[in-house]
């Protein structure tokens, strides 16, 4: 199986991207997990992200294609992939199309989370996150069992940068201008599939199983 998942910010496309790839035993490659990773080990490539990740834009085409090219090859990938967060522009979809024509295999489908603006909102500014173990809460739909604790490892929960209410307002402009046209992207590589992800966590990830299940063996 291999796929896309695309949509705005906080729409849910990392959530779920964690259980379909440990459902179809496939690997998850999330460019902000591996981005914020490199902001944390301070390595060159996570400075200079940083500054573009914190305003909320989005970090230079060729740094983010290089770290997927190098994830693809991961044996983690061997079974398939989730794609969580990239490609997010056109010059980033058409370097993902050269990659895997490459190795000869091509992406089976791109799932367009769909949720409306002021869910997506909440979903943000309420999200919480372990700097330990980079497990995900929200404060009003997927608290954790003591308040600002993480449930797994027993960190303190911080708001990521991102989440302030300016730079979640910029990360929605530039999904608008920069990645929303992939959406016609791929529907005319008829490869898109829209999903209405405004409901709860299980019941989105209820009917996405569904949607991918004629991909799993492959
Ligand atoms: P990234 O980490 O990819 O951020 P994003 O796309 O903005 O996505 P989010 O993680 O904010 O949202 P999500 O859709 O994954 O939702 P989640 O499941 O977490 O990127 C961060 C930055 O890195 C970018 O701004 C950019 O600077 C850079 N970057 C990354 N990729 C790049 C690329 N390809 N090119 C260039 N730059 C790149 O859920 C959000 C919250 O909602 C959570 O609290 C969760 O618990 C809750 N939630 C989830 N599902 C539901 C539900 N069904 N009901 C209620 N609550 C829910």
Redesign the pocket.
Same mark, same amino acid.
Do not use: E
């Given at each position: 199986m291999r796929v896309v998942f695309l949509?705005a =910010?906080? *729409?849910?496309?990392? $959530?779920?991207a964690d259980r379909i790839a440990a459902q179809c035993q496939v690997g998850k490659i999330? $460019?902000?997990?591996l981005?914020r990773e490199a902001v944390r080990d301070q390595t060159v490539l996570g400075l200079e992200a940083k500054s573009?990740?914190d305003q909320?834009?989005?970090?230079p085409d060729a740094v983010?294609i290089g770290l997927v090219r190098e994830k693809l090859a991961d044996p983690s990938c061997a079974n398939g992939f989730v794609l969580?967060?990239? =490609?997010? $522009?056109v010059p980033?979809a058409e370097a993902l199309g050269t990659v895997l024509s490459s190795k000869g295999i091509a992406l089976d489908l791109v799932v367009n989370?769909q949720v409306p603006r002021e869910d997506i909102v909440r979903?943000?500014s309420?999200?919480r996150s372990c700097p330990k173990c980079q497990a995900?809460?929200?404060i009003d739909?997927?608290p954790p069992k003591v308040d600002g604790v993480c449930d797994r490892c027993g960190e303190p929960l911080v708001q990521r940068s991102?989440d302030r209410r300016d730079a979640i307002e910029m990360?929605l402009k530039v999904y608008g201008e920069q990645t929303a046209p992939l959406v016609r992207y791929y529907d005319e590589r008829q490869l898109l599939h829209p999903m209405d992800?405004s409901?709860? *966590?299980d019941v *989105?990830f209820q009917h996405l199983s569904q949607e991918l299940a004629p991909y799993r063996a492959t």
């Open positions: 949509g =910010p906080g *729409v849910g496309k990392g $959530t779920q999330s $460019t902000g997990d981005l573009y990740m909320g834009n989005l970090v983010v969580d967060g990239f =490609p997010r $522009t980033q989370f979903r943000l309420g999200r995900t809460f929200h739909f997927a991102d990360r992800a409901g709860a *966590v *989105v």
